[in-house]
């Protein structure tokens, strides 16, 4: 908050912590009232209050026609970077292939799939292998 992050929207940070904060004077009142005037400033530009009503077959059929989202995730799987693909013996090693046997996922990561989705992955779904 006192960085000049107005809302946390995935996290659950604010609406676990902020409250105690401005009650111990971490985070002043003027610094909330501030991030939710900027918050609700942005929402009236967009229109967001004029029709506060939606269409919940959305909710139900989701907010995307699965075109889009089959797009998006063709996307997301071609724009994958390899930064260095080594040749080990006389070929590369990658892609994987079979005959690798096990491979070993080392860090602090490795096997806390939910964090590797980071912050802001809404209502990601974690593939576990």
């Excluded at 009650?23 to 967001?48: I, Q, T, W, Y």
């Excluded at 059929?61 to 260095?84: C, I, N, T, W, Y």
């Excluded at 080594?86 to 590369?92: I, Q």
Aim: aromatic share 4%.
């Amino acid at each position: 908050m006192t960085a000049g992050i107005d809302m946390d929207m995935v996290s659950d940070s604010y609406h676990q912590h902020l409250a105690n904060l401005v009650k111990s004077g971490n985070v002043s009142e003027a610094r909330l009232d501030a991030a939710v005037r900027d918050v609700l400033r942005v929402k009236f530009a967009l229109g967001l209050f004029d029709d506060p009503f939606t269409d919940e077959s959305r909710e139900i059929h989701g907010a995307l026609p699965k075109e889009r989202v089959d797009a998006a995730r063709q996307a997301a799987e071609r724009s994958f970077v390899l930064l260095k693909n080594s040749v080990a013996g006389s070929r590369p090693i990658l892609p994987l292939s079979s005959e690798s046997g096990t491979i070993a996922l080392i860090g602090p990561l490795a096997d806390d799939a939910k964090n590797m989705l980071g912050a802001w992955a809404g209502r990601g779904r974690r593939r576990m292998l």
